[in-house]
């Protein structure tokens, strides 16, 4: 996996705004303002592709960074 050639590529709010499936996806679940956004940053090396921040709730939208591999999915808590 390369994790250098990282780039945001959408975020949708709605089921209707999902992209089409294209390529596996890895994605980070679970409780709000456990380090879900802070972990993708991490792997990829990088301080704010993901947004992140000390309160519950920052990530409100399903955000997808596309890998060219594979996407990696960022959703809210
Ligand atoms: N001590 C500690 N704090 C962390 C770690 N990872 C993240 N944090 C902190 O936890 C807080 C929440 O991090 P986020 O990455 O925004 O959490 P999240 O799971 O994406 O939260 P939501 O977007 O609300 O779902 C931030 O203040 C981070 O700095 C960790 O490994 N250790
Ligand atoms: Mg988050």
Known sequence: ????K??????AGL???LPPKSKPEIVF???SN???SS??????QRK???RVSSQPGKT???????????????LPG
């Open 39 to 44: 972990l993708i940053n991490k792997l990829v």
């Open 15 to 17: 089921a209707s705004q």
């Open 48 to 50: 704010n592709l993901a």
């Open 34 to 36: 456990v380090g879900k």
């Open 6 to 11: 990282v780039e945001f590529e959408m975020s």
């Open 1 to 4: 996996m390369n994790f250098n």
């Open 29 to 31: 679940s679970g409780h």
């Open 60 to 74: 409100a939208t399903i955000n997808f960074f596309d890998a060219e591999e594979f996407k990696l999915v960022d």
